[in-house]
């Protein structure tokens, strides 16, 4: 099938004069999605997460938006911000696709606002949070779909602040986005009274122990660790931090990537009473996410994790969007596809099972709501989550000059 | 000063995984003359199918003493059937063997990634620690008994190939064949086998570092590449074929990482490339290694 | 020893000098191959954008960008017999001078290509100074060292964006000519004429006295020394060029993705330009470029059916090294030779 | 003054004394052979005059020029080319290059990188000159991995004189031949023009007694004797410590 797809888009060029003559004769209308993911690569899994949750969201609205057929094309952006920009261009070029979306990755998120600027066409980021993909990057064309690393940690560090925390340690991959959560966490925390008394920057992907940086941690005294960590490299400084004895003295605090369900197994079971900020978990109990949550277990018969939800709101606002800008143009497609991207902003999603959101007109940012949740053991004696409080979304960073 | 001294600690820890990587390297170097670049895919099959064995048996210790099983078998075959017969068929072993290694790299990493998430579904995964080593010990501080245990294997494993090598007959064979390869073949032995056997035990080793790391740090498609480079450095700090260099050439890397990384974090990326590119520009032949014979 | 009849080949006759040499028969019909191969190979290229998709275009942009980097590794694996993994930081140093001179500081972009291949070359020869002191296996890690302090250097910079890089690269402005590369199809021909070009000058480079000398170290470098070549220069010299090459291709990468991150100076893709100049073949001139194409469209392909492409590259790459030492470009060399001698009983080639 | 002159020159690898005080003067044109029993020195001499390994200590001239010390190719450059006893020699390439690249070694373009190497004729023809002159004419075109095992022995000799060197040292040029292949090398040997001096580390007695004038012997590192080849066949303490046996057969296949 794909195969065929390859071989007919190869002579594309050559194909285009018969496709012209023979387009009317097309009866139904069509809109093409790209799903754009890091499907390979230490991101795999939050792909094929986001992947779910597109097909669930698609199933839910029959596979049409608004008269239009949707169809779903898929690429891999390998984790890669070079593949990104290069199969960002066949979708757009080769696939003809009208909006794409679904990436994690920042590095790859903004990469791929400066393809979407530069063919105008729109791009939704699902799960890519640096802060410079809405701010310095933000572009007509542009989306995002998810919070911004400073929203989220400033309100995370704030909450610990108010909690009596007063010093922390922060670990975290010393990478643009480890970066980014390090300086929201201590605009959030300091601003509230507490003191980052310890900045660890470990190398990204090459660092193998985090022994001496836990030791330092030690040396502090600090009342807690927060870190920002994903993937191999959370097992790895959750079960170092575990083995080096510290759950008790000095806590290990972060995000959902730290404690993220798919990591548990591989931290040989995770520690009960661990406790992260989050902007979704199953165990919310609203009626959207109710709804969610069974929808989700009926189609792939588990539980949705924060992820799906991510991938679901992602693709909600795709589709939506989409409806909503061929509604605004009569029943067609604009052919300004910045309308659609304006379309998509201004929706009011208040049944997204994450909580009422909403994106900021100013530069097409999501305003999230968010959820600390500490991991109980359940009646069932595995562990579970369990929302302990809720707190305001932080404020993205300034930056966006969107002429 | 405690914090030093659990630096310390914790950089022979580091030091003693590399060394079990990086010796299998320099003496199948040194016999054989093969840069096996495939040595971070044996040190994966070690800690997959360590990963599997221990799903099977629920045991660390079963997993430890099976797994590296794997990587010994293939390494034999490997060399046996595949390396050797194309050395003898006139390739190159140095450059050949090398690329040739490389592609294997390139393949299992590619295979792994197929069976184990493609297929499978698994990204993340981990082996428990056993029962009285999952804990720390209290030691001035907490300290980490697995690390402790890594240690002792590591410094287990470097006394026995040191009496492996300098003990028994086989050991002056294969010292002899590093000093010089056509003694070896002089000395009436059957020598594909003993280089398939050295060769299937450096493999081993890596299977054996493999299955440790998986329980200290986390199973993934990466591990390989990412412990290949430092052992190449410590092999080549230490002086290509030399197993005392091999030694303390492990501690160098370990310490360096961790104390740079202790220390002087904005170093620690450079740290380990700039000791090893000072040494290749003032001293290439290593810190331990011969001086190349003239001519 | 048969005599083809444009050459009236005799020891006795004295060199002309302002033809090629008669005696050298072998550098004729070297040169002869290499125009008949580099005419067509040209006419396709050219014809190419005409036939084919938008997507293709780019990707042969791709190819092309491709191509440039591994004839430059080329220059040393196939030619000095130096195996780099360190190229990959040459191409981003390349890729960085651009972004940083055409975005950042506002020069004209042909400006800053300039400065890029200047730059590449430098650098480029100062490491070559370093590393070419040592060979083999050492020479294969001093080089991964030094790349992987480049990339450590482009990861904590951070007025270039740290990990995230720079977006929003303007690419060469060809309104002069009345042409617009922001348009794939024009971007591609401008490729195309930097690739001609470096092709053109490599190809000098290895026919020179000094490409000789180059194929005399990689056979055997003791002798070299012994005849009285001091070799080391001209090792150094051609891992300048070999960089330049890099670095040329670097300031096309960044203008093809509009795009720069320190991703583009891992080792893995040094790694790929190894498997891109041994499948397609690093006994021969343009056997890398057809590596290149091979690879980036086996890998568009490949990538359809299944995410582990590694496994493919990996399994082909080995068979590549243990059983066909000439790659693609020797598959097809051989074929053809097979098709011209049954046609006419011409001499046999070497590849 | 002397051509080559080695003076007082010693080298020790640990505890053993490879070469003892060696001297040695070569008059320009002169053919000198150095023989001696296997493990005498010859070679670690040899790799001691031709810059491969620097000496304990003494002094080597070229012409009155110090090259004690200097490198292969700085040592080459002065004007004294080697062959080597194992065969080193460019297997990939075709006798024609391999010839080419050492006459190039000594001509100003050899590093000129951006003009085609066939533009300079001049070093084809000289290629082809030395080729004719090892009687490797047939074979010009070949790659070197397809020549006899005589073939490469010429090649490696004509490879040293390509360099046109002022001094040609031969490391054993005839180890592993054939008498027929022997019985060519002499021929080619005695035809060098008259302005090549000559040293030949030389086992065969045949090719020893056939080309040179001159024979110094060394044995554990150190001159036995001295002189002529009837000298030397008459020296009583060379016959004790080395002929032997061949001396007889040595002495017949010189005056033959």
Same mark, same amino acid.
């Given at each position: 099938?794909?195969?065929?797809?390859?071989?007919?888009?190869?002579?594309?060029?050559?194909?285009?004069?018969?496709?012209?003559?023979?387009? /009317?004769?097309?009866?139904?209308?069509?809109?093409?999605?790209?799903?754009?993911?890091?499907?390979?690569?230490?991101?795999?899994?939050?792909?094929?997460?986001?992947?779910?949750?597109?097909?669930?969201?698609?199933?839910?609205?029959?596979?049409?938006?608004?008269?239009?057929?949707?169809?779903?094309?898929?690429?891999?952006?390998?984790?890669?911000? +070079? /593949?990104?920009?290069?199969?960002?261009?066949?979708?757009?070029?080769?696939?003809?696709?009208?909006?794409?979306?679904?990436?994690?990755?920042?590095?790859?998120?903004? *990469?791929? /606002?400066?393809?979407?600027?530069?063919?105008?066409?729109?791009?939704?980021?699902?799960?890519?949070?640096?802060?410079?993909?809405?701010?310095?990057?933000?572009?007509?064309?542009?989306?995002?779909?998810?919070?911004?690393?400073?929203?989220?940690?400033?309100?995370?560090?704030?909450?610990?602040?108010?909690?009596?925390?007063?010093?922390?340690?922060?670990?975290?991959?010393?990478?643009?986005?480890? +970066?980014?959560?390090?300086?929201?966490?201590?605009?959030?925390?300091?601003? *509230?009274?507490?003191?980052?008394?310890?900045?660890?920057?470990?190398?990204?992907?090459?660092?193998?122990?985090?022994?001496?940086?836990?030791?330092?941690?030690?040396?502090?005294?600090?009342?807690?660790?927060?870190?920002?960590?994903?993937?191999?490299?959370?097992?790895?400084?959750?079960? +170092?931090?575990?083995?080096?004895?510290? +759950?008790?003295?000095?806590?290990?605090?972060?995000?959902?990537?730290?404690?993220?369900?798919?990591?548990?197994?591989?931290?040989?079971?995770?520690?009960?009473?661990?406790?992260?900020?989050?902007?979704?978990?199953?165990?919310?109990?609203?009626?959207?996410?109710?709804?969610?949550?069974?929808?989700?277990?009926?189609?792939?018969?588990?539980?949705?994790?924060?992820?799906? *939800?991510?991938?679901?709101?992602?693709?909600?606002?795709?589709?939506?969007?989409? *409806?909503?800008?061929?509604?605004?143009?009569?029943?067609?497609?604009?052919?300004?596809?910045?309308?659609?991207?304006?379309?998509?902003?201004?929706?009011?999603?208040?049944?997204?099972?994450?909580?009422?959101?909403?994106?900021?007109?100013?530069?097409?940012?999501?305003?999230?709501?968010?959820?600390?949740?500490?991991?109980?053991?359940?009646?069932?004696?595995?562990?579970?989550?369990?929302?302990?409080?809720?707190?305001?979304?932080?404020?993205?960073?300034?930056?966006?000059?969107?002429? | 000063?405690?914090?030093?001294?659990?630096?310390?600690?914790?950089?022979?820890?580091?030091?003693?995984?590399?060394?079990?990587?990086?010796?299998?390297?320099?003496?199948?170097?040194?016999?054989?003359?093969?840069?096996?670049?495939?040595?971070?895919?044996?040190?994966?099959?070690?800690?997959?199918?360590?990963?599997?064995?221990?799903?099977?048996?629920?045991?660390?210790?079963?997993?430890?003493?099976?797994? &590296?099983?794997?990587?010994?078998?293939?390494?034999?075959?490997?060399?046996?059937?595949?390396?050797?017969?194309?050395?003898?068929?006139?390739?190159?072993?140095?450059?050949?063997?090398?690329?040739?290694?490389?592609?294997?790299?390139?393949?299992?990493?590619?295979?792994?990634?197929?069976?184990?998430?493609?297929?499978?579904?698994?990204?993340?995964?981990?082996?428990?620690?056993?029962?009285?080593?999952?804990?720390?010990?209290?030691?001035?501080?907490?300290?980490?008994?697995?690390?402790?245990?890594?240690?002792?294997?590591?410094?287990?494993?470097?006394?026995?190939?040191?009496?492996?090598?300098?003990?028994?007959?086989?050991?002056?064979?294969?010292?002899?064949?590093?000093?010089?390869?056509?003694?070896?073949?002089?000395?009436?032995?059957?020598?594909?086998?003993?280089?398939?056997?050295?060769?299937?035990?450096?493999?081993?080793?890596?299977?054996?570092?493999?299955?440790?790391?998986?329980?200290?740090?986390?199973?993934?498609?990466?591990?390989?590449?990412?412990?290949?480079?430092?052992?190449?450095?410590?092999?080549?700090?230490?002086?290509?074929?030399?197993?005392?260099?091999?030694?303390?050439?492990?501690?160098?890397?370990?310490?360096?990482?961790?104390?740079?990384?202790?220390?002087? &974090?904005?170093?620690?990326?450079?740290?380990?490339?700039?000791?090893?590119?000072?040494?290749?520009?003032?001293?290439?032949?290593?810190?331990?290694?011969?001086?190349?014979?003239?001519? | 020893?048969?005599?083809?009849?444009?050459?009236?080949?005799?020891?006795?006759?004295?060199?002309?000098?302002?033809?090629?040499?008669?005696?050298?028969?072998? !550098?004729?019909?070297?040169?002869?191959?290499?125009?008949?191969?580099?005419?067509?190979?040209?006419?396709?290229?050219?014809?190419?954008?005409?036939?084919?998709?938008?997507?293709?275009?780019?990707?042969?942009?791709?190819?092309?960008?491709?191509?440039?980097?591994?004839?430059?590794?080329?220059?040393?694996?196939?030619?000095?017999?130096?195996?780099?993994?360190?190229?990959?930081?040459?191409?981003?140093?390349?890729?960085?001078?651009?972004?940083?001179?055409?975005?950042?500081?506002?020069?004209?972009?042909?400006?800053?290509?300039?400065?890029?291949?200047?730059?590449?070359?430098?650098?480029?020869?100062?490491?070559?100074?370093?590393?070419?002191?040592?060979?083999?296996?050492?020479?294969?890690?001093?080089?991964?060292?030094?790349?992987?302090?480049?990339? !450590?250097?482009?990861?904590?910079?951070?007025?270039?964006?740290?990990?995230?890089?720079?977006?929003?690269?303007?690419?060469?402005?060809?309104?002069?000519?009345?042409?617009?590369?922001?348009?794939?199809?024009?971007?591609?021909?401008?490729?195309?004429?930097?690739?001609?070009?470096?092709?053109?000058?490599?190809?000098?480079?290895?026919?020179?006295?000094?490409?000789?000398?180059?194929?005399?170290?990689?056979?055997?470098?003791?002798?070299?020394?012994?005849?009285?070549?001091?070799?080391?220069?001209?090792?150094?010299?051609?891992?300048?060029?070999?960089?330049?090459?890099?670095?040329?291709?670097?300031?096309?990468?960044?203008?093809?993705?509009?795009?720069?991150?320190?991703?583009?100076?891992?080792?893995?893709?040094?790694?790929?330009?190894?498997?891109?100049?041994?499948?397609?073949?690093?006994?021969?001139?343009?056997?890398?470029?057809?590596?290149?194409?091979?690879?980036?469209?086996?890998?568009?392909?490949?990538?359809?059916?299944?995410?582990?492409?590694?496994?493919?590259?990996?399994?082909?790459?080995?068979?590549?090294?243990?059983?066909?030492?000439?790659?693609?470009?020797?598959?097809?060399?051989?074929?053809?030779?097979?098709?011209?001698?049954?046609?006419?009983?011409?001499?046999?080639?070497?590849? | 003054?002397?051509?080559?002159?080695? #003076?007082?020159?010693?080298?020790?690898?640990?505890?053993?004394? =490879?070469?003892?005080?060696?001297?040695?003067?070569?008059?320009?044109?002169?053919?000198?052979? =150095?023989?001696?029993?296997?493990?005498?020195?010859?070679?670690?001499?040899?790799?001691?005059? #031709?810059?491969?390994?620097?000496?304990?200590?003494?002094?080597?001239?070229?012409?009155?020029?110090?090259?004690?010390?200097?490198?292969?190719?700085?040592?080459?450059?002065?004007?004294?080319?080697?062959?080597?006893?194992?065969?080193?020699?460019?297997?990939?390439?075709?006798?024609?290059?391999?010839?080419?690249?050492?006459?190039?070694?000594?001509?100003?373009?050899?590093?000129?990188?951006?003009?085609?190497?066939?533009?300079?004729?001049?070093?084809?023809?000289?290629?082809?000159?030395?080729?004719?002159?090892?009687?490797?004419?047939?074979?010009?075109?070949?790659? =070197?991995?397809?020549?006899?095992?005589?073939?490469?022995?010429?090649?490696?000799?004509?490879?040293?004189?390509?360099? #046109?060197?002022?001094?040609?040292?031969?490391?054993?040029?005839?180890?592993?031949?054939?008498?027929?292949?022997?019985?060519?090398?002499?021929?080619?040997?005695?035809?060098?023009?008259?302005?090549?001096?000559?040293?030949?580390?030389?086992?065969?007695?045949?090719?020893?007694?056939?080309?040179?004038?001159?024979?110094?012997?060394?044995?554990?590192?150190? =001159?036995?004797?001295?002189?002529?080849?009837?000298?030397?066949?008459?020296?009583?303490?060379?016959?004790?410590?080395?002929?032997?046996?061949?001396?007889?057969?040595?002495?017949?296949?010189?005056?033959?």
């Amino acid at each position: 099938m794909t195969l065929v797809r390859k071989i007919t888009s190869l002579f594309a060029g050559a194909g285009m004069l018969v496709a012209a003559s023979g387009a /009317a004769l097309a009866q139904e209308k069509t809109v093409k999605v790209g799903l754009l993911s890091d499907f390979s690569g230490v991101f795999a899994q939050l792909a094929k997460d986001v992947e779910d949750a597109w097909m669930l969201a698609l199933e839910e609205r029959g596979g049409m938006v608004a008269g239009y057929k949707v169809e779903i094309v898929k690429e891999d952006s390998e984790n890669s911000p +070079q /593949a990104a920009v290069q199969k960002a261009n066949k979708l757009i070029k080769s696939d003809n696709v009208t909006i794409f979306g679904g990436s994690i990755s920042s590095g790859v998120g903004i *990469a791929l /606002a400066g393809v979407a600027d530069k063919e105008k066409t729109p791009y939704v980021a699902g799960f890519s949070i640096a802060d410079a993909l809405t701010g310095k990057f933000c572009s007509p064309y542009v989306a995002r779909t998810s919070f911004s690393a400073n929203a989220l940690q400033a309100a995370a560090g704030a909450y610990w602040a108010k909690k009596g925390v007063k010093t922390a340690v922060f670990m975290g991959p010393d990478y643009a986005a480890g +970066q980014a959560m390090l300086a929201g966490f201590k605009n959030g925390f300091e601003a *509230a009274g507490g003191k980052v008394v310890l900045e660890e920057l470990t190398p990204f992907k090459t660092t193998k122990d985090w022994g001496p940086s836990l030791l330092k941690a030690q040396q502090t005294g600090a009342d807690m660790i927060y870190t920002f960590y994903a993937g191999s490299e959370a097992v790895q400084v959750v079960k +170092q931090h575990a083995a080096f004895g510290m +759950q008790e003295k000095m806590p290990l605090r972060g995000a959902m990537w730290i404690y993220d369900e798919a990591l548990w197994d591989a931290m040989g079971g995770v520690e009960i009473g661990a406790i992260h900020v989050t902007n979704y978990t199953n165990a919310l109990d609203t009626e959207a996410s109710e709804r969610f949550e069974k929808a989700f277990e009926a189609k792939y018969g588990r539980l949705p994790v924060a992820s799906n *939800a991510m991938g679901y709101t992602n693709a909600v606002a795709i589709f939506d969007g989409l *409806a909503k800008a061929i509604e605004d143009n009569g029943g067609n497609l604009p052919e300004d596809k910045s309308k659609i991207i304006a379309a998509l902003a201004s929706l009011k999603l208040y049944s997204d099972p994450r909580g009422p959101v909403h994106f900021n007109s100013s530069n097409n940012a999501m305003q999230d709501e968010l959820y600390m949740v500490q991991i109980v053991k359940g009646d069932d004696g595995k562990p579970h989550h369990k929302v302990i409080d809720t707190l305001p979304y932080g404020e993205d960073l300034p930056g966006c000059n969107m002429q | 000063m405690t914090f030093f001294l659990f630096n310390l600690l914790n950089g022979l820890q580091l030091s003693m995984l590399i060394f079990l990587m990086a010796i299998g390297l320099t003496v199948i170097f040194g016999l054989m003359d093969i840069l096996n670049l495939a040595h971070g895919a044996f040190y994966m099959a070690g800690a997959y199918f360590g990963y599997v064995v221990f799903q099977a048996t629920g045991s660390f210790w079963i997993a430890l003493a099976i797994a &590296p099983l794997l990587p010994l078998v293939l390494g034999f075959l490997l060399q046996y059937f595949v390396l050797q017969p194309l050395i003898d068929r006139g390739r190159s072993a140095h450059l050949d063997m090398a690329l040739l290694t490389f592609g294997l790299l390139f393949f299992t990493i590619g295979l792994i990634d197929l069976v184990f998430f493609e297929t499978l579904g698994l990204t993340f995964m981990s082996i428990d620690k056993p029962a009285g080593l999952g804990s720390y010990v209290n030691i001035g501080t907490f300290y980490p008994s697995y690390r402790l245990f890594i240690i002792a294997v590591g410094l287990l494993v470097a006394l026995i190939v040191w009496l492996l090598l300098e003990r028994t007959v086989v050991g002056a064979v294969v010292r002899a064949g590093v000093d010089d390869r056509e003694m070896v073949r002089a000395m009436g032995v059957n020598v594909y086998v003993v280089f398939a056997s050295v060769f299937a035990l450096g493999c081993g080793l890596a299977g054996l570092a493999g299955v440790i790391a998986g329980a200290e740090l986390s199973i993934n498609i990466t591990m390989g590449v990412q412990i290949l480079i430092p052992t190449l450095v410590v092999v080549v700090l230490g002086g290509l074929g030399s197993v005392k260099g091999c030694f303390f050439g492990s501690l160098i890397v370990g310490m360096t990482e961790t104390l740079s990384q202790a220390y002087v &974090p904005a170093l620690a990326l450079f740290a380990t490339y700039l000791i090893l590119a000072a040494m290749l520009v003032f001293r290439p032949q290593g810190f331990f290694g011969r001086t190349p014979k003239s001519v | 020893m048969e005599n083809t009849d444009d050459d009236s080949w005799h020891p006795l006759v004295e060199g002309d000098e302002s033809r090629h040499d008669p005696m050298d028969r072998a !550098a004729a019909r070297d040169q002869r191959r290499f125009l008949t191969i580099a005419l067509i190979g040209l006419a396709v290229l050219i014809a190419l954008p005409f036939v084919v998709g938008d997507y293709y275009v780019s990707l042969f942009s791709e190819i092309l960008i491709f191509g440039i980097l591994v004839s430059g590794v080329n220059l040393l694996l196939g030619y000095t017999g130096l195996v780099s993994l360190g190229h990959a930081s040459f191409m981003g140093l390349g890729a960085y001078v651009t972004a940083i001179a055409a975005s950042l500081l506002g020069y004209p972009v042909w400006l800053s290509m300039l400065a890029s291949i200047l730059i590449s070359l430098l650098i480029a020869y100062g490491v070559g100074l370093l590393s070419v002191r040592t060979k083999g296996v050492q020479f294969l890690l001093i080089t991964l060292a030094f790349g992987q302090m480049f990339h !450590a250097i482009a990861e904590k910079t951070r007025f270039t964006g740290g990990d995230d890089g720079m977006t929003n690269i303007p690419r060469i402005d060809l309104g002069f000519i009345g042409l617009d590369a922001d348009q794939d199809r024009v971007f591609y021909f401008f490729v195309l004429v930097c690739f001609v070009v470096a092709m053109l000058i490599l190809r000098r480079v290895v026919e020179s006295p000094f490409g000789r000398v180059l194929v005399g170290i990689r056979e055997n470098e003791k002798r070299m020394l012994a005849m009285g070549y001091t070799t080391f220069p001209y090792k150094a010299l051609a891992f300048g060029i070999s960089g330049m090459l890099a670095g040329l291709a670097g300031s096309l990468w960044v203008q093809h993705g509009f795009f720069v991150n320190p991703h583009i100076m891992t080792w893995e893709l040094s790694g790929e330009a190894l498997l891109m100049v041994i499948i397609g073949g690093s006994q021969s001139f343009f056997g890398p470029v057809l590596g290149a194409a091979f690879y980036v469209l086996a890998k568009d392909l490949l990538s359809e059916i299944t995410e582990a492409y590694l496994m493919f590259f990996g399994l082909i790459f080995v068979l590549v090294v243990a059983f066909f030492q000439g790659g693609l470009a020797g598959f097809a060399s051989r074929f053809a030779e097979r098709f011209l001698n049954r046609k006419s009983d011409g001499g046999e080639d070497k590849p | 003054m002397s051509q080559l002159s080695v #003076s007082d020159i010693s080298k020790s690898f640990g505890a053993l004394k =490879v070469i003892d005080k060696f001297d040695l003067d070569l008059a320009v044109g002169e053919r000198h052979a =150095v023989i001696g029993p296997n493990g005498a020195g010859k070679t670690t001499l040899f790799n001691m005059i #031709s810059g491969w390994i620097p000496p304990d200590t003494g002094r080597i001239e070229v012409e009155g020029l110090d090259i004690t010390g200097r490198s292969p190719q700085a040592v080459t450059q002065a004007g004294l080319a080697r062959s080597f006893q194992k065969n080193t020699l460019f297997d990939g390439l075709t006798v024609a290059e391999s010839l080419r690249l050492a006459v190039q070694a000594h001509s100003p373009v050899r590093f000129n990188f951006l003009q085609p190497a066939r533009k300079f004729g001049g070093l084809q023809q000289r290629a082809h000159e030395i080729a004719r002159q090892m009687e490797l004419e047939t074979v010009f075109d070949r790659d =070197v991995n397809t020549l006899s095992y005589g073939q490469k022995r010429q090649l490696e000799v004509g490879i040293a004189l390509a360099c #046109s060197p002022k001094i040609l040292l031969l490391d054993e040029p005839a180890a592993g031949t054939s008498p027929a292949e022997r019985a060519t090398l002499v021929r080619l040997l005695t035809t060098l023009p008259d302005d090549v001096t000559l040293l030949l580390v030389e086992h065969d007695m045949d090719v020893v007694f056939g080309v040179c004038e001159r024979i110094t012997v060394l044995n554990y590192g150190r =001159v036995v004797a001295s002189g002529t080849p009837d000298e030397i066949r008459r020296d009583p303490e060379v016959r004790a410590a080395y002929l032997g046996e061949s001396a007889g057969h040595a002495g017949e296949a010189g005056k033959a």
